[in-house]
């Protein structure tokens, strides 16, 4: 079982950048496919990428390629989510979560496929 705790999140200008992180601790970290997620107001939890066990694959969800990058450094036990040129449809609480089923590779996915889900972190983009 792994936990996620997610951090970064803040007040930020459109086009400016900001950087989340998802701290992980369980032994299952480095087995597992982590993906992050948001929730704008008022709409459904997004998928917007996820990253492998190793870091050697990336998927993004196509509304977010370009502007999002996702690593992970296993060392630190951290998922990160670098985002730039930042626009207020961007806010949102952004979630990380790790797949369930460990090793699987990421790709085309559901939120049912994710859990261990942390508690999230605001982000607002203001005009």
């Given amino acids: 079982q792994v936990q996620l705790v997610e951090s970064g999140g803040g007040l930020v200008q459109a086009g400016g950048s900001l950087r989340l992180s998802c701290a992980a601790s369980g032994r299952t970290f480095s087995m597992s496919t982590i993906g992050w997620f948001r929730r704008a107001p ?3 939890r997004e998928f917007v990428a996820a990253i492998s066990w190793s870091g050697g ?3 993004y969800a196509d509304s977010m390629k370009g ?3 996702i690593s992970r450094d296993n060392a630190k036990n951290t998922v990160y989510l670098q985002m730039n040129s930042l626009k207020p449809e961007d806010t949102a ?3 990380c979560a790790a797949h369930r089923v460990l090793y699987f590779p990421p790709g085309p996915t559901g939120l049912a496929d994710f859990g261990s889900w942390g508690q999230g972190t605001q ?3 203001s005009s």
Wanted: aromatic share 26%; charged share 20%.
């Fill in 67 to 69: 502007r999002f990058t």
């Fill in 123 to 125: 982000v607002t983009v």
């Fill in 93 to 95: 609480i952004y979630y």
């Fill in 57 to 59: 694959s990336i998927y």
């Fill in 42 to 44: 008022g709409k459904e």
